[in-house]
């Protein structure tokens, strides 16, 4: 799992599971369900179907999908987004 740090801050954890992209809730105490799924995005080897909480939000082939990333990323300019490697606490 690794860690999502939004402008420095451990906003959400990421997890690859199989064909599933899943977010989740950081544990941080500002989130009403601390650990909860937020996000899934499914690659289904054809496009990406993108779910909140069992629901199926949109579905984009990879051209579309990645036309909406770079509109996102010049929309989110101003923020820092950064995967990190989850440590284990000792």
Known sequence: MEQILIDGKHDY?????????????SDGDHWFS????SMEVVDDGNGLTVMEQGIRLIYLDYSAAERLSILLRIINRDRTYEAVT?????
Do not use: F, W
């Open 13 to 25: 954890d990421y997890k690859l599971n199989n064909t599933t992209h899943e977010l989740y809730c």
């Open 34 to 37: 601390p650990g909860s799924l």
């Open 86 to 90: 989850k440590r284990e606490r000792i």
